[in-house]
């Protein structure tokens, strides 16, 4: 029988290494594809592309599969980068690598791999796909503090039909113990961080080269002015470093952190303390809505949901439900819920969909 192709998408990394290791292993006709997606500025400092392509083919080698190298740089700044900003301009914060898995790993990639005549694709996400009545479900990962579903709920039922997270089942020292007796050459490489394929670098100066700055007032809740912001794009709720503000008003010591942003006015609400009435909030509204099975979730029925990534599950409930809308209520209330982030609603460890924070 002819051996099932699968095309795995290679960083460079020790996750994405190990996929295409152990699909190897099983017996699988595996051909590695690595994505080149920015291009701007695109330098060793900040986005080491070269080094990351020069690892990759490094561990093809030792593995003994072919690696292909392709640009979607094109289609990162089309579909990714330009939303990246709008959302910044209008005051959000949004998270770029949840669009970057659903339009260039998930969609540019796999329309790249099946040219290649792939079977399947592959990726090194701390996942789990399981099929159920015929539909596919996007899982939780085993090790809860690598899972990676926040960040692809908004792949479809076509993606996942298509799509192998050889990783799910397994713990990250696993990964790295994996790659040590393999003698993968990248075994010990730091994980990346960092905006999705744009890399660690200065974030307020990477910003002001695309969007203009226009400094202001940071205000207490009753009008006080204890400072000035250098641009709204550059805070989010909840942010404490890099404000600017020392010491206290008042003298007893609390930081400072973001709880508000007034566009019309230009103007930064900050309060002091941690646990400050106006960080919390018990509920929330989002739209672009997507629900992986394609159809939604009941209503006034428990889900947990997540509005960040890292953040523990917390309990909720679906107010409403309407067109591309829904209403969120959590059972008690949530720090720093940021416009422009993800809301992930989950049952158990099933992944069902979410939507935007607005």
Same mark, same amino acid.
């Given at each position: 029988?002819?051996?099932?192709?699968? +095309?795995? =998408?290679?960083?460079g990394g020790?996750?994405?290494s +190990?996929?295409?290791?152990?699909?190897?292993? !099983?017996g699988?006709?595996? +051909?590695?594809?690595f994505?080149?997606?920015?291009e #701007?500025?695109?330098?060793e400092?900040?986005c080491?592309?070269?080094?990351?392509?020069?690892?990759?083919v490094?561990?093809a080698?030792?593995?003994? /599969?072919e690696?292909?190298?392709?640009n979607?740089s094109?289609?990162?700044? #089309?579909k990714?980068?330009s939303?990246?900003?709008?959302e910044?301009?209008?005051?959000?914060t949004?998270?770029p #690598?949840?669009l970057?898995?659903?339009e260039?790993?998930f969609?540019?990639?796999?329309?790249h791999a099946?040219?290649?005549?792939?079977?399947?694709?592959?990726t $090194?996400?701390?996942?789990?796909?399981?099929?159920?009545? $015929?539909?596919f479900?996007?899982?939780?990962?085993e090790?809860?503090s690598?899972d990676?579903?926040?960040?692809?709920?908004?792949?479809n039922q076509? !993606?996942?039909s298509?799509?192998?997270f %050889?990783?799910? =089942?397994i713990l990250?020292?696993e990964?790295?113990?994996?790659?040590?007796?393999?003698g993968?050459?990248?075994s010990e490489k730091?994980d990346?961080? =960092?905006?999705?394929?744009?890399g660690?670098?200065?974030?307020?100066e990477?910003?002001?080269?695309?969007m %203009?700055t226009?400094?202001?007032e940071?205000r207490?809740p009753?009008?006080? +002015?204890?400072g000035h912001h250098?641009g709204?794009?550059?805070?989010t709720l909840g942010?404490r470093?890099?404000?600017?503000i020392?010491?206290?008003?008042?003298? #007893?010591?609390?930081p400072?952190?973001?709880a508000?942003k007034?566009?019309e006015?230009n103007?930064?609400?900050?309060? !002091?303390g941690?646990d400050?009435?106006?960080?919390?909030c018990?509920?929330?509204?989002?739209?672009?809505?997507?629900? /992986?099975? $394609?159809?939604? %979730?009941?209503?006034?029925w428990?889900?947990? @949901?997540?509005?960040?990534?890292?953040? %523990?599950d917390?309990p909720c409930?679906?107010?409403?439900l309407a =067109?591309?809308?829904?209403?969120?209520?959590?059972?008690?209330a949530?720090w @720093?819920?940021t416009?422009? !982030?993800?809301?992930?609603?989950?049952?158990s460890?099933?992944?069902?969909g $979410?939507g935007m924070?607005?």
């Open positions: 029988m002819k051996k099932q192709r699968v +095309v795995v =998408g290679m960083s020790v996750d994405s +190990v996929t295409a290791w152990l699909l190897k292993q !099983q699988f006709d595996v +051909v590695g594809l994505m080149k997606n920015w #701007d500025d695109d330098t400092e900040f080491p592309a070269r080094q990351d392509l020069v690892d990759a490094s561990v080698d030792r593995i003994g /599969i690696i292909e190298a392709v979607f094109r289609e990162y700044k #089309d990714v980068f939303n990246f900003l709008q910044y301009r209008a005051g959000r949004p998270n #690598d949840i970057c898995n659903s260039i790993k969609r540019a990639f796999l329309d099946f040219s290649l005549g792939a079977d399947k694709i592959a $090194g996400h701390y996942a789990q796909v399981r099929e159920s009545n $015929g539909l479900q996007l899982l939780k990962a090790d809860g690598k990676q579903s926040y960040f692809l709920y908004r792949l076509e !993606q996942l298509k799509t192998l %050889p990783l799910g =089942g990250k020292r990964v790295r113990e994996i790659a040590r007796q393999a993968l050459s990248n730091k990346s961080t =960092g905006i999705c394929f744009i660690e670098r200065p974030f307020t990477f910003l002001a080269r695309y %203009p226009e400094p202001g940071m207490t009753e009008g006080q +002015v204890v250098t709204l794009m550059y805070y942010q470093q890099g404000l600017g020392g010491g206290s008003r008042d003298g #007893d010591g609390e400072w952190y973001v508000a007034d566009m006015h103007l930064l609400t900050v309060v !002091q941690h400050h009435p106006l960080l919390f018990d509920h929330l509204k989002a739209d672009n809505l997507h629900w /992986i099975a $394609g159809t939604e %979730p009941r209503t006034h428990v889900y947990a @949901a997540k509005t960040r990534y890292r953040q %523990p917390a409930e679906i107010d409403s =067109g591309n809308c829904c209403e969120i209520r959590f059972g008690e949530q @720093a819920v416009p422009g !982030q993800s809301v992930v609603v989950y049952e460890n099933v992944c069902l $979410g924070i607005i």
